[in-house]
């Protein structure tokens, strides 16, 4: 049921997100989310916000679910797919991950070697912080563990800094799923998701430019010459 439910995600977001409004749970919510953060290619904003309307208006089989489990286990979901691909750059490499990133399923997964590079660059520049940034940016959300692999980054490091991304990502889907709850019927909900989730994507298009433009701002200032303290000629 799950390849299938993926393969409609892929190609048709709306049917995936009403059965996911008709069947969530706790699993599905860890397995999509997990799927979410690694290197496959499907929404998050399919699977957090309608699981939040769940909980938050007792709908449909998963009325049981409480909100703040949902972030839990979304968060939860989030960690153990970015750790999927920590360490399969871990382990495979530099050479591997680039030749996959050239390949058509590769591209086939939205991975190409401008993304990859992006990444590293990106990872390599700014250190552990970008590994909770970078899970708040479109594009670079899944990608940003490849770098933190391939640099060997500290694993407690990495572990904590991506599950507070996450965390914050997750809670803002969820605030959304409530607001929703409150405003809109199940049968519109998709399309307000689909609107929201637009302003959410400019948002981190935004965030994405104030970190572009602080890095340049510290690339390119000009650097403080040091000044020598002037010897006295009397001294030896």
Request: hydrophobic share 50%; charged share 15%.
């Amino acid at each position: 049921m799950i390849p299938d439910m993926i393969s409609c995600a892929i190609f048709d977001a709306s049917s995936f997100f009403q059965w996911f409004l008709e069947n969530a749970n706790y699993w599905f919510v860890f397995i999509f989310m997990m799927i979410e953060s690694s290197f496959i290619p499907f929404p998050s904003e399919v699977v957090v916000p309608p699981a939040a309307y769940i909980a938050c208006s007792n709908y449909g089989v998963g009325a049981d679910m409480n909100v703040y489990a949902v972030v839990a286990v979304a968060t939860l979901g989030a960690l153990c797919g970015a750790f999927i691909n920590y360490y399969l750059a871990l382990w495979i490499g530099r050479p591997v991950v680039y030749r996959f990133a050239d390949s058509r399923f590769g591209h086939m997964c939205m991975i190409n070697r401008e993304k990859v590079d992006k990444a590293e660059r990106y990872f390599d520049k700014h250190g552990a912080i970008s590994t909770f940034i970078g899970r708040l940016i479109p594009a670079i959300r899944q990608l940003i563990s490849i770098p933190a692999g391939l640099s060997k980054m500290n694993v407690g490091i990495f572990a904590v800094f991506t599950a507070l991304g996450a965390l914050v990502w997750n809670s803002i889907l969820c605030a959304l799923g409530y607001w929703l709850s409150l405003t809109v019927s199940p049968d519109r909900l998709f399309d307000k998701v689909e609107e929201y989730n637009r302003y959410l994507t400019w948002c981190g298009y935004g965030l994405a430019a104030i970190c572009l433009v602080f890095i340049l701002y510290n690339a390119f200032k000009p650097r403080k010459e040091s000044k020598s303290p002037v010897k006295n000629p009397d001294e030896n």
